[in-house]
């Protein structure tokens, strides 16, 4: 059984369109993560709910909207999709939240999408 | 500014040992991680690090020393397959994953 899953795994789409990725953990975890991995290699936070609430939302545009509908689930859909939204996102979760809770050490990644904007 | 810097590239022949260092500057620390990522994969769990000193698993160990910030990965007996990206990554003081670029290792024959 894959713990972290997200479809699809490829997209490829013209600017201005809408698309969504979805993820999926069957880990049992509080915490989800959407992450951003531009072509120079970096991970980027973009998101992080924690039992269904936001925890983290950093400096992304308002075109990204995460949407959890439960703590298993951590959707992204992106508006309006531009050139520089090109990149692999990676959806991940783990046992330890952002609030101070014990660490356990370890992010189980999905597969990762890889986005192609044209 | 938060900053983790580490090597972009390295190579290193088969059966030999390879340390990859990682430095950091971070907004508080609650433990150092070394991630694998092979090429069009996700990143795997390797080590985490939150006291001084070496951690040995296998094949692999971490350093960390908090005092001068940082970190190495030690990989003995390289094979073939340990070609990969290798991420360090450091938890700040609001459990926030700060990640480097990682460092692309090539193993030759």
């Known amino acids: 059984d894959t713990a972290v899953s997200q479809t699809p795994k490829y997209l490829v789409t013209q600017m201005g369109n809408d698309k969504s990725i979805k993820c999926e953990q069957n880990?049992?975890?509080?915490?989800m993560y959407w992450y951003k991995q531009d072509s120079k290699k970096f991970l980027k936070i973009m998101f992080s709910y924690n039992n269904k609430e936001l925890i983290i939302n950093e400096t992304v545009p308002n075109r990204f909207s995460p949407k959890s509908p439960d703590k298993a689930h951590l959707n992204l859909h992106i508006n309006s999709l531009e050139l520089g939204d090109s990149a692999v996102y990676f959806c991940a979760s783990s046992q330890a939240g952002t609030s101070g809770n014990e660490v356990t050490g370890e992010l189980f990644f999905g597969e990762g999408s890889r986005l192609t904007v044209l | 500014g938060q900053n983790i810097d580490q090597p972009t590239e390295m190579t290193a022949t088969e059966g030999a040992i390879v340390q990859i260092n990682c430095t950091y500057q971070?907004?508080?620390?609650?433990?150092l991680f070394w991630y694998q990522q092979h090429a069009g994969e996700a990143p795997t769990f390797l080590s985490y690090n939150v006291l001084d000193g070496l951690e040995e698993k296998g094949r692999f160990s971490s350093f960390l020393s908090r005092s001068k910030g940082y970190s190495y990965l030690l990989l003995k007996e390289l094979q073939m397959k340990d070609s990969a990206s290798y991420l360090c990554a450091v938890l700040d003081s609001n459990y926030q994953l700060i990640w480097g670029a990682g460092t692309k290792l090539i193993i030759k024959p």
């Open positions: 880990l049992g975890h509080d915490t």
């Open positions: 971070t907004s508080g620390f609650n433990g």
